[in-house]
């Protein structure tokens, strides 16, 4: 599983956003990836998950936050529904 937080360096609440979405990689060894939408790969991965604002985050490839920081509690809950779901096949 992957978690990755878009961002722009001009975004006020990224670096939170980021930080919360890295501590939760971190809990359960998942693979995190920052994409600033402000370089040529950022936009296109951007474009490709029709990111119009920052910050926002994707669990593998489903965003589930666009335009705001997620808790950590509420990050922490939808990573493990999703941990979940992977070990029931669902």
């Keep these: 599983m992957k978690l990755k937080v878009f961002t722009l360096p001009t975004c006020r609440n990224c670096p939170a956003a980021k930080k ?3 501590e939760i990689a971190e809990k359960y060894g998942l693979e ?3 994409v600033d939408i402000n370089t040529p790969d950022g936009q296109l ?3 490709m998950h ?3 604002s920052t910050p926002s985050i994707a669990v593998d490839n489903e965003v589930i936050s666009r335009g705001n920081i997620l808790s950590r509690e509420e ?5 493990r529904k999703r941990l979940g779901n992977e070990a029931t096949g669902n």
């Design 32 to 34: 995190f990836l920052e």
């Design 20 to 22: 919360i979405t890295q």
């Design 45 to 47: 991965e951007g474009l």
């Design 50 to 52: 029709q990111i119009m």
């Design 75 to 79: 990050l922490d809950a939808e990573v």
